[in-house]
């Protein structure tokens, strides 16, 4: 039986940013256009918490029942490790995106947003066939554009929906960036497992890159977001403090343009995820500002 701090590190705290990121830049939108409410803000992070944690177990139990997490290099696995039984992992996973729809339908019955309840409907569809289902489209080489739409586009824009009812072109801006924010730590992480995910026939996008075109691909995603911080500028001048967040960016940089592989990747992840949140709450701040 797996121990409480096995079930923590099953759940991949590293990743939350990719929750919580999307949320705080959608605030800071919502406050941009004279539209926030606390407590949508605060039923939209708890939503996207709990869809992180359900599609992070929901993976572990998918990619554990079908072995190709045996010689995994990452973070523990539950189910691959032999740490949790399957079914135990399963219950998570489904409890967790089980949270995630309900307290969804709660912000949309309190809201009126009525028809975001077929964007949660699709959200809860695209966590569970990631790796789950007889096809797995994160098998496929389509769990980037999953992440660039689901942590990105729909966790921002929606954020802000709920609250203002539109959409600004900062929170299309956010959302974007944030999206490939999101995008390049899940690159991160299939770069680091290419050998393995190769050998099982997981073939991610990086697998269909290779190594040199996924570290290629990483670069560019991390450079978008502050391409879209200069074109923020012009409306919100203070936004163009964000820049300094690419600071962070030196380190996992360095570990992608100088060859890094296996262990040596993991600290990109969670790096790439903290310049995410730090990107977001600057410039959350500097919308809501302006």
């Known amino acids: 039986?797996?121990?409480?701090?096995?079930?923590?590190?099953?759940?991949?705290?590293?990743?939350?940013?990719?929750?919580?990121?999307?949320?705080?830049?959608?605030?800071?939108?919502?406050?941009?256009?004279d539209a926030f409410s606390w407590w949508k803000s605060l039923l939209a992070l708890l939503v996207a918490l709990a869809l992180i944690i359900g599609v992070n177990?929901?993976?572990?139990?998918?990619?554990?029942?079908?072995?190709?997490?045996?010689?995994?290099?990452?973070?523990?696995?539950?189910v691959g490790s032999g740490a949790a039984a399957p079914k135990a992992v399963l219950a998570a996973a489904l409890t967790s995106l089980g949270v995630a729809g309900l307290l969804g339908l709660a912000l949309v019955i309190l809201s009126g947003r009525?028809?975001?309840?077929?964007?949660?409907?699709?959200?809860?569809?695209?966590?569970?066939?990631?790796?789950?289902?007889?096809?797995?489209?994160?098998?496929?080489?389509?769990?980037?554009?999953?992440?660039?739409?689901?942590?990105?586009?729909?966790?921002?824009?929606?954020?802000?929906?709920?609250?203002?009812?539109?959409?600004?072109?900062?929170?299309?801006g956010c959302a974007i960036a944030v999206g490939c924010f999101s995008t390049a730590v899940l690159t991160a992480n299939n770069l680091r497992d290419i050998p393995t995910d190769r050998e099982v026939g997981k073939n991610t996008l990086a697998v269909r890159l290779g190594d040199t075109g996924t570290r290629r691909f990483y670069l560019l995603l991390v450079a978008v977001p502050y391409l879209v911080t200069i074109l923020l500028g012009i409306a919100h001048p203070l936004a163009l403090i964000s820049l300094v967040t690419a600071v962070l960016l030196v380190t996992p940089v360095k570990a992608i343009t100088g060859g890094g592989t296996g262990p040596g990747l993991i600290p990109v992840l969670r790096d790439t995820g903290l310049v995410m949140l730090a990107w977001s709450v600057l410039t959350a701040i500097a919308i809501a500002l302006g």
């Open 57 to 78: 177990f929901a993976n572990d139990y998918s990619d554990g029942i079908r072995g190709t997490d045996e010689n995994r290099v990452g973070p523990l696995r539950l």
């Open 114 to 172: 009525w028809w975001l309840l077929l964007m949660g409907a699709v959200c809860l569809f695209g966590a569970w066939f990631y790796t789950g289902g007889k096809k797995p489209y994160g098998y496929s080489g389509l769990g980037e554009i999953a992440v660039f739409v689901f942590f990105g586009l729909t966790a921002v824009l929606g954020t802000v929906y709920v609250q203002a009812g539109t959409v600004s072109w900062p929170a299309v």
């Open 1 to 33: 039986m797996a121990t409480v701090t096995q079930w923590i590190e099953g759940a991949r705290p590293r990743t939350l940013p990719n929750a919580v990121a999307p949320v705080v830049a959608g605030v800071g939108a919502a406050i941009g256009i």
